[in-house]
């Protein structure tokens, strides 16, 4: 457990099995939604781009950058929470649910950028951060003043006369309690992520009455959305009994989708998206694709959009697998190809960057090999969630020492380490690769000083190849990865295949290339991409003499022979129309 924790956001869902699950037969998945067909552009406010100098993003930059997110061709923007918080958790931790964060702005900035949004067609999803609130959030400081306090049921207490309180994993404390005693009630408060983050009672309807309240203000200011933080934990039993020793090693399996979870979802859905045009997705989607099933399908009116795991964790600082990856994806099609929907991604803000995980950050191939996760991204079933910056192929920032890095559960864990004679060698390598810090280096905009992100000092270190890899010269640049995202999106909206056809894999055991067909009765594609950085060989299928070639991130033929082997160069990525 220890190397998962200085691990974390790496392996932080590890011990998720997928359990095979027989698909419904139900043609939901076929059923048009706005929310399907859209490709969701992921901002992260901080890191975005600066407004008034002080090295953090804000609000009226992302109004600044209105029309550039608007090339992109995305159709929604999913925003990290903006809300009032002490920031520990760079805003997970939540103090006001109705307030702006006064480092992003006001909340007239927030009307206007809403505004800025719809006028160009881009709808907006907000995160819902309601496993936990911050404690210092007024409930929280009510909750702890007394046993009697109104609001002490708002929140989980263990009365420290009754003993210690049966042991609950926490996933950001150091020593991995998440039970904290508090003196002035003489008791204990959970908290499955930090001590700063305790854990709203969800068993108590005025909490999840409070929640709605939350959600309603929202949703009447004209907001498209929700993203539902840690949502699958919230349903505890709160006798709290003991678990297995070593329950943490597969925690997943007693803290996810507990207790009346589903009822609480179909009661937000009455409450909320019924009433309202929101798309709802829910980060974390349990143990079993009967679990994320039991979230998604439309007939049990919950929510709309499974957010799972189990792809983005494949990667490892020693590499993955393609044919671990392939089954990975083709089995989460394949259980929801008659109902449910998912949603596709390779990044967050949790994660470090996708092309340096699943490609190659390598001068030589960090612009291909981006392309071509891009190209799987946008070509799969499901709704994409690209990570903003993967448009320019960001990298990580390869950060050498500790006082690079900003996230405290990171120094936590170096501190830890130290202190337990851990090895830091290993630790800092661990880091450089899957830090979620890698993630959230500032949006390179141009090569003039801190990347055209702020005229401050930037909260974070900026990568060093922001003179070469960033917006305004990728602009220019016909063959850029920023172009190339692009073009990808348009190809998307104008083959709705894309969205809703079938797929199938080809050539399966291909340990470089990983190939597959989306068909319906408009269209039939088929997506090759080397996953390699050699030449690769693709056992093809379908020959054909002239096959058009819509998109290719190596060549720009229009046309491609469609032999019984195809040879395709270092992470090369062709979309063809057959
Ligand atoms: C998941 C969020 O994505 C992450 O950034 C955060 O630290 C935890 N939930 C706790 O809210
Ligand atoms: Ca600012």
């Not at 959970?190 to 959600?215: A, C, G, T």
């Not at 054909?544 to 195809?566: E, G, R």
Request: proline share 4%; aromatic share 16%; charged share 20%.
């Amino acid at each position: 457990m220890k190397k998962c924790f200085f691990f974390i956001f790496v392996c932080i869902f590890i011990g998720r099995e997928i359990t095979v699950a027989q698909p419904l037969q139900q043609s939901s998945a076929a059923t048009q939604k706005w929310w399907k067909e859209a490709v969701v552009y992921q901002i992260y406010p901080r890191s975005f781009k600066d407004s008034n100098g002080d090295g953090i993003g804000d609000l009226k930059g992302i109004i600044s950058k209105l029309d550039y997110i608007k090339s992109l061709g995305v159709d929604v923007v999913w925003l990290n929470p903006i809300y009032q918080s002490p920031n520990f958790d760079n805003g997970y931790d939540v103090s006001d649910y109705k307030k702006i964060l006064p480092e992003f702005g006001t909340m007239a900035d927030f009307d206007s950028l809403l505004q800025g949004m719809h006028r160009r067609g881009i709808k907006l999803v907000m995160d819902l951060v309601v496993n936990h609130s911050s404690s210092e959030h007024e409930w929280f400081k009510q909750s702890r003043s007394s046993r009697t306090n109104p609001y002490r049921d708002y929140y989980h207490w263990w009365n420290a006369e009754n003993g210690k309180p049966p042991y609950r994993f926490s996933l950001f404390d150091i020593n991995h309690d998440a039970w904290k005693y508090d003196t002035t009630t003489n008791a204990y408060y959970l908290h499955y992520f930090s001590d700063k983050q305790p854990d709203l009672n969800w068993e108590n309807p005025k909490v999840r009455n409070e929640v709605y309240n939350i959600m309603r203000f929202w949703a009447n200011k004209g907001i498209d959305g929700f993203r539902l933080d840690a949502f699958q934990f919230v349903a505890k039993d709160t006798t709290f009994p003991q678990f297995p020793k070593r329950f943490e090693k597969n925690f997943m399996h007693y803290y996810a989708m507990q207790g009346n979870l589903h009822g609480y979802l179909q009661q937000m859905n009455q409450q909320i998206f019924s009433k309202y045009d929101v798309m709802s997705v829910a980060e974390g989607a349990g143990n079993t694709f009967e679990d994320a099933h039991n979230l998604v399908d439309s007939n049990r009116h919950e929510l709309n959009i499974a957010y799972a795991f189990n792809g983005v964790d494949i990667a490892k600082p020693n590499g993955y697998s393609l044919l671990q990856f392939k089954t990975v994806f083709s089995q989460w099609d394949s259980a929801f190809e008659h109902s449910g929907w998912l949603a596709v991604f390779l990044a967050n803000h949790d994660q470090a960057r996708m092309v340096s995980r699943f490609g190659n950050d390598a001068p030589a191939f960090r612009t291909h090999s981006s392309q071509m996760l891009s190209t799987f991204l946008l070509t799969m079933r499901g709704t994409p969630f690209y990570y903003n910056g993967d448009e320019l192929g960001m990298s990580n920032p390869h950060f050498t020492s500790i006082s690079d890095y900003r996230d405290e559960v990171i120094l936590d864990a170096y501190k830890h380490t130290k202190q337990t004679g851990g090895n830091i060698n290993v630790f800092m390598k661990n880091l450089a690769f899957g830090a979620r810090d890698n993630g959230r280096t500032p949006f390179q905009w141009n090569s003039s000083t801190n990347a055209g992100f702020t005229t401050g000092t930037p909260w974070i270190g900026i990568n060093a190849n922001y003179t070469t890899v960033n917006a305004a010269v990728e602009e220019n640049d016909p063959n850029s990865c920023l172009n190339y995202f692009r073009k990808l999106v348009q190809l998307r909206k104008n083959n709705p295949t894309l969205v809703y056809g079938k797929y199938t894999l080809l050539d399966k055991d291909n340990t470089q290339v990983y190939a597959y067909l989306r068909e319906d009765a408009h269209g039939k594609f088929l997506v090759v991409l080397n996953f390699s950085d050699k030449n690769a060989e693709f056992n093809n299928p379908i020959l054909m003499k002239q096959a058009k070639l819509l998109l290719a991130n190596y060549t720009t033929n229009a046309t491609i022979s469609l032999t019984k082997i195809l040879v395709l160069r270092p992470y090369e990525a062709m979309v063809i129309q057959l």
